[in-house]
């Protein structure tokens, strides 16, 4: 099974933030710099996302509170299937 890289960019990012909800993403910064993780919720100013490394025992979790603002683009890697 392949993946195929889907690009979200920042003025499109409004409108489809409610489908990312529970999928691993890497999110870009307009500064350059990468998080990637899993986005647990959504709102209309900010979305969260967990680190994928989190240990299940670590109460903080390793959650980012990330404002759409700073965001450049969202890359989401989907598996295809044949």
């Not at 890289?5 to 990012?13: D, E, G, M, Q, V």
């Not at 489908?19 to 990637?36: A, D």
């Not at 100013?45 to 509170?65: E, F």
């Amino acid at each position: 099974m392949g993946t195929r890289t889907t690009r979200i960019p920042s003025n499109k990012l409004e409108q489809k933030k409610d489908g990312l909800i529970g999928k691993m993403v890497q999110v870009v910064f307009w500064e350059g710099s990468t998080k990637t993780g899993r986005v647990e919720s959504a709102n209309t100013t900010s979305i969260t996302v967990r680190d994928p490394n989190t240990v299940w025992y670590n109460r903080k979790r390793h959650t980012h509170n990330i404002e759409l603002s700073a965001i450049r683009e969202v890359l989401l890697d989907e598996v295809s299937e044949w």
